[in-house]
Every structure is written in C-alpha cells, then in structure tokens.
C-alpha cells in the first residue's frame, strides 16, 4: 500500500497517485541476474538488461546496482537478499538473464514463484528464451 502522506507527514497526493498507478499497472520489473562472481563485468550486463527493460517501457528494479553503493555483499549478504526480496514484491514481473542461475538468482525466483509472479528469462543478449 502507498501511503498518502510523505515521510515528514504532510499530505502529498501526486506522489500518491504517481505511484498507485505505476504499482496497479505493474510496470515494475525485477532484473534477476548474477553479481558475485564477477561485480564488475555484472554490473554493466545489469545495466544494459535495465536499459532494454526501459525500451521496452518497463521501470526496471536491479537491486545489485543500487545495493552494493553502501553494502558489502561479503558481509552483508543476508540483510541485502532480505531487501531484494521486499522489492522483488513491488514488481509485476521477474526477468531473469543470463544462462547460469547462481544461488542468489534461485532464491530469486523461488520467491518470485510463491508470489505468482509471471517469470521471464531472457539471454545475456537481451533475447528472450521460449519455454
């Protein structure tokens, strides 16, 4: 639920509405994809799959891209899959990249499953794989 009022308590009724209706038209896409075994090459495969979510008019939600600015996967990892997962529930779907799925992309989609979210999974070229 999307709270009317902003976090100092003053009503704020175009922040309310903005985001009620993104969230009733499910334009949130979760982007599942790996990160630990390689941060760096993961990082801009994470941001081109974000980029072609955008063209395809999707807001794109990649927590390995926001998360890692101020938390340390090593030492963190519990507190930041707790966080991917809250989000993962804001999204109407989950798309899934890459031909490997680590551990972190199956609790992922585990979560995604018992939320009935509709999964996709696409290949690190942005191509999507058809049942």
Known sequence: MIEFRNHEGYADPTAHAALTKVLRQNQFTYICSPYRDSPRVNVMRARQYCKFAVG????????????????????????????????????????????KITEGMAAEIAHAERLRKNIRYFTTKCEEVLG
């Open 56 to 99: 395809k008019g999707r807001i794109p939600i990649a927590p390995h891209l926001y998360f890692p600015q101020f938390l340390l996967e090593t030492n963190e990892r519990g507190r930041v899959m707790s966080m991917n997962l809250e989000l993962l529930w804001l999204c109407g779907e989950v798309w899934v990249f890459g031909e």
